[in-house]
């Protein structure tokens, strides 16, 4: 398993959703808000399959 440069970008986007989601639901008591889910969940998804892809083994033929 080797890290390359997508994954750490990956890796990044999927930290920087968790903790825009817990940041806006901490300060702002909106833990509901439809905007912070279309954000938090934009960049989670992103950081959850760009680092399953990123990580993936290739077939050996």
């Known amino acids: ?20 989601w817990v940041w806006q639901g ?14 938090g969940v934009t960049l989670i998804g992103f950081g959850l399959v760009g680092t399953l892809v990123s990580l993936a083994q290739p077939k050996a033929a």
């Open 1 to 20: 398993m080797a890290f390359n440069r997508w994954t750490v970008l990956s890796l990044i986007l999927l930290a920087l959703g968790v903790i825009f």
């Open 26 to 39: 901490a300060t702002h008591s909106n833990w509901t808000d439809v905007g912070v889910y279309a954000v």
